[in-house]
């Protein structure tokens, strides 16, 4: 069954960076349309980033609020999913979670907790 298992949240000063990784298992990692989608407290989930396969290699997207500062990639050998975070602010603060999508959202992981906070 497909499996989303993230890590690398922590507490970080605004300003500061933060690799997230999401280790996938279950599915054919190089062909999967992957995301990383958010949600701060007291709010509804927010999309961040999206990574799709494609003939001609993967197709990045990026919300506004975090273009320039986010980068999401894949490591194909290891089947792991990343988001790069750097400049992060407090309003990154939120709990991060990667997400399988086939057309729509398919699976979750449990979700890692980034706090941007001095």
């Known amino acids: 069954q497909v499996q989303l298992v993230e890590s690398g949240g922590a507490m970080v000063q605004p300003g500061g960076s933060l690799r997230l990784s999401c280790a996938a298992s279950?599915?054919?990692?190089?062909?999967?349309?992957l995301s990383w989608v958010r949600q701060a407290p007291g709010k509804g989930p927010e999309w961040v980033s999206s990574i799709n396969a494609g003939g001609g290699g993967d197709t990045t997207y990026y919300a506004d609020s975090v273009k320039g500062r986010f980068t999401i990639s894949k490591d194909h050998a290891k089947n792991t999913l990343y988001l790069q975070m750097s400049s992060l602010k407090p309003e990154d603060t939120a709990l991060y979670y990667c997400a399988k999508r086939n057309g729509g959202y398919e699976a979750w992981g449990q979700g890692t907790q980034v706090t941007v906070s001095s």
């Open positions: 279950g599915f054919t990692f190089t062909t999967a349309d």
